[in-house]
């Protein structure tokens, strides 16, 4: 069996960091604590793999580490997983609820959370009780009322005026003296100076941005990039394709920032935890005048608005009803190609080349979108067509091993061993043989027992892979059933099977769908189930 540990900490472990540590000591903890239990266990033998997360909030399952657990465990490598605690696992009364309830049970993941003294063996057929019901709940409220806290310490630096963002806006720099206050930085503040002044004299974005770029004016992040240690570790799109854009120049119109005032608190977690973020109305924001040099007036701010007015009303996103909705990107700046629908045939252009204009080497051409819904949507038949063919294949091959019965041979030699180590006691104990020769012969089958045991295991485990290779392809060729009755592609399938449609050009598209591992692997089985047969008929041929 594989024994998986799960060890979390959140970011806020003062350790983490200190004298170039890559983990903190809680981390270190935990493993000596996950060790200790399992070498004090004789139900729990066998590999042991570590899963880390160390600086990951527990109020989601967002973790790296994580999802890569629940990966393996979906795949069947997986059969225990142990955690100190529940708050371990996380921090979410719902989360934690469905895994401990429905995801791991499905799984047939035997989950241990030692502190919480809780082993999913304990609670088959059964719920986990009000007592674990209560641990998580309260899990979850401590991470609430702690947010809380957080944010309202928070809220009191950004009234005294001190900046609590990681970076400044561009056009500013932070002070050495004090991170909380902003100097100016004169090359980007002369910038930021240029595009408001045009924004004044009629010009809109997209004049602004070509005439950044024709007289090469690195845009933010690349600027940021070269004179300082800082990298743009988010940048989306192809370095080639750095460049100003309408919403670059949009962006710097928008911001408040440059007339001096602090503006902070624009957005803020859906909910606890949250990754997605919501923008905070004017009136809850938190705006201090003057409490940095200024770049432009008020006034000049007011006057460049107008600028960006007619932008703005255009760019009311819509419903489009389009399947295939952000999945779309452009295969030279890897940025998401945008929909247009309104007023003539609904097409797909890269938003990218439209907004840096003739300095992008992005395709230019407009794409008609149900020719692109028309290719993929038949992309995808083909594919789960191939799920139709492998299914009798695999299930045959499960159906012909378990009939074998190899695990039942493993099995009853391993019984019979064992019956023989206590016949051998028993003779020992009656004096029909001496101590050293009981002790060698039990040696023997002891270790004849134990490789029989290590057989098993792996049979065990071959087994439980197939099985869910076998259900995955399965289920796999019922959903192509189903979808090659359909006559178009719609969004639920889009969203199901599409992960990502990349556009070079006119004549090439990359395809990329979610079951791509799932279908490597089953063809991979398929072939290794026809070589197999071969040469079984090879031999019984020569026979």
Known sequence: MTIAFYLRLSLTDGDLGKDHK??????????????????AREDLYGDIREFIDDGYSGTNFERPAFKEMIEEAKRGKIQVIIVKDFSRLGRDYIGVGDYLEQIFPVLGIRFIAINSTYDSNDYIGKTMGLEMSISNLINALYSKDLSKKYRSAVQTKWKQ????????????????????????????????RLI?????????????ASYMNENQIPPPGMYREKTSDYMQWNRKVAYEEWLWTTFAVWRILKSYSYTGALVQGVTAPICVGSKSRRLVPLKDRVIVDGVHPPIITVEEYHQAQLAIHRAERNTIPQKTGFSLGGKIRCGNCGLSMSYHGRGYTPNIACRHKRSAGKH???????????????????????????????DPIIRDHVTRQKRLGEGRRLTQNMETLKAKRIHQYEAYAEGIISKGAYLQVKEQLTLQIDQLQGQLAVLNSMESEEDMLANQVSDMASQAEIVSHLKKLTEDIANMFVKSVVIYGPNRMEITFHFEGLLQKAMEKAEEISASDETKTVSYAIL
């Open 161 to 192: 005026g001190k900046s609590t963002a990681c970076r400044t806006p561009y056009g500013y720099l932070k002070n050495k003296e004090d991170p909380s206050k902003w100097v100016l930085d004169p090359v980007a503040a002369a910038n930021v």
């Open 360 to 390: 992008s080497k992005c395709d230019s051409t407009m794409y008609p979108a149900e020719q692109i819904e028309s290719i993929v949507f038949h992309a995808l038949k083909t594919k789960l067509t191939l799920f139709c063919h492998l």
């Open 22 to 39: 890559e983990e903190s000591n809680s981390i270190e903890n935990q493993r000596l604590l996950l060790q200790s239990f399992v070498e």
């Open 196 to 208: 408001f002044e045009k924004a004044i004299q009629g010009w809109n974005t997209g004049m602004i």
